[in-house]
């Protein structure tokens, strides 16, 4: 921060509101913003593979797999992402804790469960208590990341499962009849097909997941949401240094913009992903190319 920033009272104006904005706490909003673009750039792809893998699983031929693959859409998309969210989170941290426990404390004398309290030994501690600060943030972000992409997942396996199932049966049986096994007939033929009739969909669901990342707040990542609202509240104890009124109104009004440029950005890229994929395709996308050239 500038030198002549030490003392707010001194100072008015532009240089007020430059001090203000360059304070210790709002870096944290900046790197904020940028924690919100590492989830997306980290969740798209791993929610893609679970999408796949749940896609892939719904069509086998082997009924077991099928069944998994139908209940993992059906069971994930049926359920509000908040309760989900938070669900899943306590379980799977919970879980991971009392599997530690056993492993580390086999002596433990006492219930695990007492009451509405769930109580391990000190070394059983996902992360341990006097782990650096570094560390309790990256395991939160690592369990955001699995429950974004286990969600999405689940959209994205819905939205790939139709794709596949519209690329045209007849150039499926083609392959077939030139010999090619069901495993080169999926990765030759049907998984390049598809992608043109998945990718609306998947572009929805990336616009729904821009959407979604406030929901980082719920698993204790501190998000660009959350210090909007603590920087731009009038009195926080975390934030006591050039105070202001109630400002809250242009920190979210912030957000609108970074948001809104976010999506506009996104749909500037799956447009021409989009007309790129149904370049000589006989699809309405690529018909329509076909005319204007």
């Known amino acids: ?9 001194q100072i008015d104006g532009l240089r007020w509101l430059g001090c203000y904005l360059t304070t210790g706490k709002h870096m944290n909003l900046y790197w904020s913003a940028l924690t919100v673009l590492t989830l997306l750039a980290i969740t798209a792809p791993a929610a893609l593979l679970f999408g796949f893998g749940g896609a892939s699983a719904a069509r086998s031929r082997i009924a077991p797999l099928r069944w998994i693959g139908k209940t993992y859409i059906a069971i994930v998309r049926g359920i509000p992402d908040i309760a989900f969210f938070l669900f899943f989170v306590i ?8 599997l530690r426990h056993k492993a580390l404390c086999p002596d433990w004398d ?23 600060q ?6 939160g972000f690592s369990l955001a990341v699995l429950t974004f992409a286990i969600v999405f997942g689940a959209f994205a396996a819905n939205v790939l499962f139709g794709a ?8 499926l049986e083609t392959a077939e009849a030139y010999g090619m096994s069901p495993r080169q007939i999926f990765r030759r033929v049907l998984v390049p ?5 998945a990718l609306p969909g998947l572009g929805n669901l990336w616009m729904v997941l821009i959407k979604a990342t406030p929901l980082l707040f719920l698993l204790g990542v501190e998000d660009i949401v959350y210090w909007s609202r603590e920087l731009g509240g009038s009195k926080t104890p975390r934030f006591t240094d050039y105070p202001h009124g109630d400002w809250r109104m ?18 500037r890229v799956i447009g021409r992903a989009m007309r790129r994929l149904t370049h000589g395709q006989a699809t309405t996308g690529g018909e329509a190319q076909r005319k204007l050239g």
Not at 117 to 124: K, L, M, R, S, T
């Open 91 to 98: 379980a799977l941290d919970q879980g991971i804790e009392y």
């Open 193 to 197: 097909q598809m992608w043109v009739y």
């Open 164 to 171: 596949m199932r519209a690329v045209p049966h007849a150039q």
């Open 250 to 267: 242009w920190y979210f009004f912030a957000l609108l913009v970074f948001y809104l440029a976010l999506t506009a950005v996104s749909e």
């Open 134 to 139: 570094w560390v309790h943030e990256t395991y």
């Open 1 to 9: 921060m500038f030198s002549f920033c030490s003392d707010p009272s």
């Open 110 to 132: 006492q219930p695990i469960r007492q009451g509405n309290d769930f109580i391990v030994c000190q070394a059983a501690k996902m992360p341990l208590g006097n782990a650096p």
